[in-house]
């Protein structure tokens, strides 16, 4: 499908439309635009969420939602849309309604609709053709007053801006190993370079790894006949206000090395990339959007595959900052590549410093499939990003640190080991073992974002699909532009 987007001033009844989408919140169908109340009742329709009812004839869609929250919206459109899609209506308009806050209405209308009707139909032979739909937004009963159309106008941009690139992530993510390989991703990152202002993009290829001291990163990838790739795009506006660096695990494939994963859990390991996808997005968005901040995404692309070369359990490595590392499992690769590049995003001097990584099965065991492990020093700014999820719509938990688990990374031969000695906490000691290898002046500005649960998911879940979901994308930049709208107050 293919959205545009209009908003208007005029009433609901004065536009001509081929088809209305109405709301529903109260459970008595009480509010002027339902119409229809006798037969909706006689369909056995309550108005819950995520309830849809189309009444071709009537030219009514009506949809549940449980509240006006940003994130009920997001799901209602969707529902809608995805409900219109194999019609042939071509021009669809919807109310605002003098519960809703009018901006976070708009916002959660567009960001639904986009990410919600998002399709990935690259390796399919039969190609469908995308229909063309016009959403029209009328202002009538918004509650803020005055919202001018400017406003409304420059709020559905921004919405706009962060679905796509939420959706640019997805299609990273969801194309197959040898089509995004390392070197492939490098070339995505700088044909977007150059399609941004204020956008530079460096690629570093084997032996910038070897100048850099990077071992760990390196041992990762020499199996592979596609060699590694060190990605780093940097946003740079004048007179930027804060430097935000954002470190992404850039797994394009993950075998398991020789510690070889069961066949089972081979299948989505395209997904092991996911925290590069994002943190490219991330930079996008704040592009397009003019952040006024110095933003950096950093991503270590490599496949961890099997061959004469493989770096193999008991090596000991070697990363930028002289740490050694104990290999006691190859499977855990993604927090050696990500050691050398957090290495490297120390040297930055960042104020805030994020990795986000496909990192642990064992965050999901914690949080389940579709929730963020939120990791790091700084109670204030985990605080900060935490209250952003209402905005965002992103489930992050938290998950404390302690001395006890630092223990278990305990090695006899080396530093440290790259697994715990235990099972348990698995989530937590992979993030402290990351914490080697942020430099001490910026442990406090760091945290680290375990995005295994909902960055790749079988089966479609609210307004997400199955396959890549963009996570940490619509969370980083709704975090970004909260700190701007904080400090003009």
Same mark, same amino acid.
């Given at each position: 499908m293919i959205l545009n987007f209009d908003i208007t001033e005029k009433k609901v009844s004065d536009i001509d439309a081929d088809i209305e989408i109405v709301f529903v919140v109260d459970k008595n169908f009480s509010h002027k635009w339902v119409e229809d109340e006798e037969l909706l009742t006689t369909l056995g329709f309550k108005g819950e969420s995520e309830e849809v009812c189309f009444l071709p004839e009537k030219k009514k869609l009506y949809v549940g939602l449980d509240s006006f929250d940003k994130d009920e919206v997001?799901? /209602?459109?969707?529902? !809608?849309l995805n409900t219109l899609k194999k019609t042939e209506f071509k021009t669809i308009k919807i109310g605002s309604y003098v519960d809703a806050c009018p901006v976070s209405y708009i916002k959660g209308l567009v960001e639904g609709a986009i990410l919600g009707t998002y399709e990935f139909y690259m390796y399919k032979s039969e190609k469908k053709d995308k229909k063309e739909k016009l959403l029209l937004i009328s202002l009538e009963d918004a509650r803020e007053v005055p919202l001018s159309l400017d406003h409304a106008k420059k709020s559905l941009q921004e919405a706009k801006t962060i679905a796509e690139v939420t959706n640019n992530a997805k299609t990273i993510v969801n194309q197959a190993p040898d089509d995004m390989t390392p070197e492939k991703l490098a070339e995505y990152a700088k044909n977007l370079a150059e399609s941004l202002d204020d956008v530079e993009c460096f690629v570093g290829d084997e032996e910038f790894l070897k $100048?850099?001291?990077?071992? !760990?990163?390196l041992a990762v990838s020499r199996a592979s006949r596609h060699t590694p790739r060190f990605i780093h795009l940097t946003y740079k506006p004048k007179d930027a206000k804060e430097k935000f660096v954002f470190v992404g695990k850039g797994l394009t494939y993950d075998s398991g090395g020789l510690s070889? #994963?069961?066949? +089972?859990?081979? *299948?989505?390991m395209k997904s +092991?990339?996911?925290?590069a996808a994002s943190v490219?997005? *991330?930079? $996008?968005? /704040?592009a397009r959007l003019k952040l006024p901040f110095e933003v950096h995404a950093i991503v270590g692309a490599c496949e961890n595959m099997i061959g004469g070369d493989a770096y193999k359990p008991d090596d000991v490595l070697v990363a930028k900052n002289g740490k050694t590392i104990e290999i006691r499992n190859t499977d855990a690769e993604g927090r050696l590549v990500l050691a050398d590049c957090l290495c490297y995003a120390s040297e930055l001097k960042p104020d805030y410093l994020v990795d986000m990584a496909t990192l642990t099965g /064992?965050?999901?065991? /914690? *949080?389940? $499939?579709y929730t963020v492990g939120l990791m790091g020093h700084n109670s204030k700014i985990k605080h900060d990003v935490l209250k952003v999820s209402k905005h965002s719509g992103e489930l992050f938990a938290t998950l404390q640190f302690?001395?006890?688990?630092?223990k278990l990374l305990k090695s006899q031969v080396a530093d440290i080991s790259n697994i715990a000695s235990s099972r348990y906490g698995g989530a937590i000691t992979a993030a402290l073992f990351l914490d080697n290898f942020v430099s001490e002046d910026v442990k406090d500005k760091w945290m680290h974002w375990d995005i295994a649960g909902p960055a790749y998911v079988e089966k479609a879940w609210g307004y997400n699909q199955a396959g890549a979901s963009g !996570?940490?994308?619509?969370? !980083?930049?709704?975090?970004?532009?909260? #700190?701007?709208?904080? #400090?003009k107050h």
């Open positions: 997001r799901l /209602a459109i969707s529902k !809608a $100048e850099q001291k990077m071992g !760990a990163f070889l #994963k069961p066949s +089972d859990f081979m *299948v989505t +092991d990339k996911s925290g490219i997005s *991330v930079l $996008e968005g /704040a /064992a965050c999901v065991v /914690a *949080v389940g $499939e302690n001395r006890y688990l630092k !996570a940490g994308v619509r969370q !980083a930049l709704y975090w970004m532009s909260g #700190k701007l709208s904080r #400090k």
